[in-house]
């Protein structure tokens, strides 16, 4: 059994595993229970639900990775370290064990102190935040944890399931059926077939999924804690994106009772984007599923809950406190909402199109997608912003990339800066004034066929790989018979309700800045109608939004 080497992180290590000093051992100890242990005790089972925080006073623990092909020693704690990464904050289900090396003593502290300490000890909690999430980080870079995907690059199911893992800050081993061939034994052993995949394993064996809902998969690895459904929220959250996660850090920040719904991943569409250059604060940039990964720790770190793979099918709003409902007989209550559920690019009227998603068919450009198209030409389809970081970071990971747009050119829907690199790269062709008319391939995207509307001049290319980033539809569904929507679907609020749109409002003011049709019911980010559609204003609108529904929330 070795040591892992923790690379590229080793240069962090003083902060990956920073090492208490008497003073602030000794605040920890006012929230904590002093305790003795002995060699060979397991303090933390991989994979238990409750992850208690230990500091180790006198001995050292073993921190172990329990894979399969045997254990694996991530670290040795010894006097002064402390054990744990983000899962403790979270309530997710533990990566690793922890075992007693030699008989001691530790400091035990509960989950619910370790939030107190974190929230109310600034240098402890500036500590233990950068460790845990430096901690995360690390065992997704080395593919540290319990779980364990079969599947294969022409699967569009491994595909889904591999960017819910990734955009979840879920750490898994992949082995691809095609390529891999340590991978035959594997799927001996646990009695699968190349043809059933994607295949999940959790805990060397104990569960075994055959390409699960990504509902299914989130229960297994417990991505969410248990929730009491009689529980009122203060405030409900229905999505997580920036607008949405703005809210939840200041709501929680600010004492609220805060649960947040998200049906796929933290960030929204704007987790999927490769880099993000204008966002105020990053001037090298961050991609979007980074910033999501921040500001989804600063949430969980000032105690919002978070359930992941749970949208929000309909809201009840005929009486309150307002219910919203899950899908097999499950709904929350909450005294005031928040829309943030965002919107989704449009998907073009295109025979095949579906057949092929996944398949040829992307609506995100992260590295997991561009890995599929190395040394190939690709298609973006699309002239905003995240269809520009799509295809500045697409040219140096693929052959060629052409940006396909209906209009002239890409001045006024895209930020200049994105514009000059797109004009500065051999990598990339514009082709303005042109528009997908067909697909054609077997089990995944062959070809394409392309006619530019100016000249009606068509062409078929061997291309087997499309980008799709056109136009945004609200995800506002959900909200049917509930609120005023513009002509679009997106949400209407404030001063552009109309009295006709008012007739039923129950309130002697009139709706507040980001109030719907609906009293202590408000719509943030992309989802609203009128909305600039920007990260920096979907997060200035999310905050802005918390003041309010302090507001409303003391009137009743």
């Not at 595993?17 to 242990?37: K, W």
């Amino acid at each position: 059994m070795q040591q892992q080497t923790l690379n590229p992180y080793a240069e962090r290590a003083a902060q990956l595993f920073p090492r208490l000093d008497d003073a602030q051992i000794a605040r920890v100890s006012r929230l904590a229970q002093r305790r003795s242990v002995t060699a060979g005790q397991i303090l933390i089972e991989a994979g238990a639900e409750v992850s208690p925080f230990f500091v180790v006073i006198r001995g050292g623990i073993e921190i172990l990775r329990l894979g399969y092909q045997g254990d694996e020693l991530i670290r040795l704690h010894g006097p002064g370290e402390f054990t744990g990464e983000m899962n403790m904050l979270s309530g997710r289900r533990s990566l690793f064990q922890a075992r007693v090396q030699e008989d001691g003593e530790v400091l035990e502290l509960d989950q619910d102190a370790l939030r107190r300490l974190v929230q109310t000890d600034a240098e402890l909690g500036e500590l233990l935040m950068r460790a845990y999430i430096l901690r995360r980080v690390s065992a997704i870079a080395n593919n540290q944890g319990n779980l364990l995907m079969l599947g294969s690059r022409h699967s569009a199911d491994t595909l889904h399931l591999r960017e819910f893992l990734t955009r979840n800050g879920q750490p898994y081993t992949y082995l691809d059926v095609d390529r891999d061939p340590d991978v035959q034994p594997l799927l001996d052993r646990f009695h699968v077939t190349a043809s059933e995949v994607p295949v999940v394993v959790c805990c060397r064996g104990e569960k075994l999924m055959r390409n699960p809902t990504t509902q299914q998969l989130a229960a297994a690895i417990g991505l969410n804690r248990a929730h009491d459904n009689a529980r009122i929220h203060d405030v409900i959250i229905v999505g997580a994106g920036p607008g949405g996660l703005a809210a939840a850090v200041y709501a929680a920040s600010e004492g609220l009772d805060v649960l947040v719904l998200e049906t796929n991943a933290p960030g929204g569409q704007a987790g999927s984007s490769s880099k993000i250059e204008n966002y105020l604060g990053f001037p090298t940039g961050i991609s979007g599923q980074a910033l999501a990964g921040r500001a989804y720790s600063q949430a969980q770190k000032f105690g919002a809950e978070v359930m992941v793979a749970s949208g929000a099918l309909k809201l009840d709003c005929d009486a309150t406190p307002y219910a919203v409902d899950l899908g097999d007989g499950r709904r929350v209550l909450g005294r005031s909402i928040v829309v943030a559920s965002g919107a989704r690019y449009r998907k073009p009227p295109l025979d095949n199109l579906e057949r092929f998603e996944g398949m040829g068919i992307y609506y995100g450009a992260t590295r997991m997608e561009a890995q599929l198209c190395t040394d190939d030409e690709v298609i973006i389809v699309g002239g905003g912003n995240s269809a520009g970081q799509a295809a500045v970071f697409l040219a140096s990971a693929t052959k060629h990339v052409h940006m396909l747009v209906r209009s002239s050119g890409l001045a006024d829907t895209m930020s200049r800066y994105l514009i000059r690199r797109i004009e500065d790269s051999s990598a990339i062709t514009l082709r303005p004034h042109t528009q997908i008319e067909g697909l054609e391939g077997a089990e995944s995207l062959e070809q394409v066929r392309w006619r530019n509307t100016m000249t009606d001049q068509v062409e078929t290319r061997p291309i087997r790989h499309i980008f799709l980033m056109t136009g945004a539809d609200p995800n506002t569904q959900w909200l049917e018979g509930c609120v005023a929507l513009d002509d679009k679907g997106f949400v209407k609020t404030g001063a552009d309700l109309l009295p006709a749109e008012l007739t039923k409002w129950p309130e002697p003011r009139p709706p507040l800045l980001f109030e719907t049709s609906i009293p202590r019911v408000f719509a943030v980010g992309d989802v609203r109608s009128g909305s600039v559609k920007r990260v920096a204003s979907a997060v200035g609108e999310g905050s802005v939004c918390v003041q309010l529904v302090h507001r409303v929330l003391a009137e009743h």
